[in-house]
């Protein structure tokens, strides 16, 4: 089965033919950087990763463009009221999106463009949709008609005689019609200017994308990814001023689904976001990772304490069924291919939930050639599973997590489990010389207040070896 994935724009399952052969381009709208990313944001970010990975596992060369907008109303309202410049807003959001996706194990993008650097472009595009009737300048401002593209609400499946007037429809509008949009905005006093044929001013949100994609991807590219919520206005608009510029611009459109907190998108505006460097405070980011990567992309996810605790003891099982099998068969690498079945969930429009039914499948198998000593079967249970983990961007031998701490919450949990490897195996000594003197009484009571820890004690060919309870 080849790779199939859901396009928004045909509400279909369509097999993915890339433009070029053994080539895939993708651009994702990347955050506006008003702000610190919450898990909501990540989700995002995650979800095309796997994609991402899983294209290159099949031997694809991949062009991620993920773009920054650093320029917008709201970077720019909290530089006045921080007394900073907009500039230093955006430039500190920037940064700490880019290690939450760090920190996430995201492969970086191949190209993360800032609107800001991209005027000229931007600038040009909406020369030509002047020149070719589809916009209109208007008292400092640009503004699309769209009424002149025909073909207005097609990804969004809306019909123009039903849509309301865009956001920003005041008394002293200059549009022609209440439901075009801005493509460029007119200075005011105290903002930020570049200056056009039009006047002064600064690009609207959705004209960055559209001339960004095209610059680093070309006029029409493989597919345009992002969040649910961008479907309309923002992807609509996209694909408007595009096509009507005469750009075939994106083939296929994927979106992911929200995480939410009681039934609502998680927002700073709900107040109920939860920021990712808190939430990595109490679960491992490899963790964190594999609750958001784990569902499928188009299903959204329920945030709860208790729903990441469960998500991370499922990951834990898988986890220390790779430790434990590296210590008997040594370092095996991930098999050069995965297994037909965690292949044919994947190519399913991304079956992540699928996918790890064959990953556990393969590791229940592995803890039954451990328990048999069949060395030969670990070995190529423990290749496959971290042939399929490594899809998922979660195999914990890997990089960014391997040697690094990264995948035990960074220094701080490393440093933790050194400290509890040096106290338990004390312990453990303790316990084997009880048991040597066959003071039966003492060894047992070192081991039951290990389990009243929550420390489950295994002995082994190799000798004993500790866990926590929830990570069998």
Request: aromatic share 8%; proline share 6%; hydrophobic share 45%.
């Given at each position: 089965?080849?790779?199939?994935?859901?396009?928004?724009?045909?509400?279909?399952?369509?097999?993915?033919?890339?433009?070029?052969?053994?080539?895939?381009?993708?651009?994702?709208?990347?955050?506006?950087?008003?702000?610190?990313?919450?898990?909501?944001?990540?989700?995002?970010?995650?979800?095309?990763?796997?994609?991402?990975?899983?294209?290159?596992?099949?031997?694809?060369?991949?062009?991620?463009?993920?773009?920054?907008?650093?320029?917008?109303?709201?970077?720019?309202?909290?530089?006045?009221?921080?007394?900073?410049?907009?500039?230093?807003?955006?430039?500190?959001?920037?940064?700490?999106?880019?290690?939450?996706?760090?920190?996430?194990?995201?492969?970086?993008?191949?190209?993360?463009?800032r609107?800001?650097?991209?005027?000229?472009?931007?600038?040009?595009?909406?020369?030509?949709?002047?020149?070719?009737?589809?916009?209109?300048?208007?008292?400092?401002?640009?503004y699309?008609?769209?009424?002149?593209?025909?073909?207005?609400?097609?990804?969004?499946?809306?019909?123009?005689?039903?849509?309301?007037?865009?956001?920003?429809?005041?008394?002293?509008?200059?549009?022609?019609?209440?439901?075009?949009?801005?493509?460029?905005?007119?200075?005011?006093?105290?903002?930020?200017?570049?200056?056009?044929?039009?006047?002064?001013g600064?690009?609207?949100?959705?004209?960055?994308?559209s001339?960004?994609?095209?610059?680093?991807?070309?006029?029409?590219?493989?597919?345009?990814?992002?969040?649910?919520?961008?479907?309309?206005?923002?992807?609509?608009?996209?694909?408007?001023?595009?096509?009507a510029?005469?750009?075939g611009?994106?083939?296929?459109?994927l979106?992911?689904?929200?995480?939410?907190?009681?039934?609502?998108?998680?927002?700073?505006?709900?107040?109920?976001?939860?920021?990712?460097?808190?939430?990595?405070?109490?679960?491992?980011?490899?963790?964190?990772?594999?609750?958001?990567?784990?569902?499928?992309?188009?299903?959204?996810?329920?945030?709860?304490p208790?729903?990441?605790a469960?998500?991370?003891?499922?990951?834990?099982?898988?986890?220390?069924?790779?430790?434990?099998?590296?210590?008997?068969?040594?370092?095996?690498?991930?098999?050069?291919?995965?297994?037909?079945?965690?292949?044919?969930?994947?190519?399913?429009?991304?079956?992540?939930?699928?996918?790890?039914?064959?990953?556990?499948?393969?590791?229940?198998?592995?803890?039954?050639?451990?328990?048999?000593?069949?060395?030969?079967a670990?070995?190529?249970?423990?290749?496959?599973?971290?042939a399929?983990?490594?899809?998922?961007?979660?195999?914990?031998?890997?990089?960014?997590?391997?040697?690094?701490?990264?995948?035990?919450?960074?220094?701080?949990?490393?440093?933790?489990?050194t400290?509890?490897?040096?106290?338990?195996?004390?312990l453990?000594?303790?316990?084997?010389?009880?048991?040597?003197?066959?003071?039966?009484?003492?060894?047992?009571?070192?081991?039951d207040?290990?389990?009243?820890?929550?420390i489950?004690?295994?002995?082994?060919?190799?000798?004993?070896?500790?866990?926590?309870?929830?990570?069998?």
């Amino acid at each position: 089965m080849s790779l199939h994935l859901h396009d928004t724009a045909t509400r279909s399952v369509r097999p993915f033919i890339p433009l070029e052969p053994g080539k895939a381009s993708i651009y994702v709208c990347g955050a506006t950087v008003q702000g610190p990313p919450h898990v909501g944001h990540v989700r995002c970010g995650v979800a095309f990763d796997v994609l991402v990975r899983w294209l290159q596992a099949g031997g694809m060369q991949v062009t991620l463009c993920r773009n920054v907008t650093d320029i917008d109303d709201k970077i720019i309202a909290k530089g006045i009221e921080q007394g900073r410049p907009w500039w230093a807003v955006a430039t500190e959001y920037e940064h700490a999106f880019a290690d939450a996706y760090d920190t996430l194990g995201c492969l970086r993008p191949t190209v993360e463009p800032r609107a800001t650097g991209h005027i000229p472009a931007i600038v040009a595009l909406i020369d030509r949709l002047i020149e070719s009737g589809h916009a209109y300048a208007s008292g400092g401002d640009v503004y699309f008609s769209v009424t002149s593209f025909d073909r207005y609400g097609q990804l969004s499946g809306q019909r123009l005689a039903d849509m309301q007037s865009a956001a920003d429809v005041g008394p002293d509008s200059a549009k022609r019609d209440p439901r075009d949009f801005a493509l460029w905005k007119g200075a005011k006093p105290g903002e930020p200017a570049w200056d056009t044929p039009w006047g002064p001013g600064r690009p609207g949100w959705h004209i960055e994308c559209s001339a960004m994609a095209t610059e680093f991807l070309g006029p029409e590219f493989d597919i345009h990814g992002g969040g649910l919520d961008l479907v309309f206005p923002h992807h609509e608009n996209e694909i408007a001023q595009s096509q009507a510029a005469g750009d075939g611009f994106a083939r296929y459109w994927l979106h992911n689904a929200w995480v939410t907190t009681s039934g609502e998108k998680m927002s700073k505006s709900l107040g109920n976001s939860l920021l990712v460097t808190e939430v990595v405070k109490r679960v491992r980011p490899i963790e964190l990772r594999w609750y958001l990567a784990s569902p499928h992309y188009r299903s959204m996810v329920e945030f709860s304490p208790e729903s990441l605790a469960e998500s991370a003891a499922g990951y834990r099982r898988l986890e220390s069924f790779v430790t434990r099998a590296g210590e008997l068969v040594g370092d095996v690498a991930p098999a050069a291919a995965v297994p037909p079945a965690f292949a044919a969930a994947m190519d399913d429009d991304l079956n992540v939930p699928a996918a790890v039914a064959v990953a556990h499948e393969a590791v229940t198998g592995g803890n039954q050639a451990l328990a048999a000593g069949d060395s030969a079967a670990v070995a190529h249970a423990l290749a496959d599973v971290r042939a399929m983990l490594g899809v998922l961007g979660v195999d914990p031998l890997a990089e960014p997590w391997a040697g690094s701490g990264a995948s035990r919450g960074a220094g701080a949990a490393a440093a933790e489990r050194t400290a509890m490897d040096a106290i338990i195996g004390d312990l453990l000594r303790m316990r084997a010389e009880a048991r040597a003197a066959k003071d039966f009484a003492t060894a047992d009571a070192i081991r039951d207040s290990l389990a009243a820890a929550g420390i489950v004690v295994e002995d082994t060919a190799r000798g004993p070896r500790w866990q926590l309870a929830d990570s069998r």
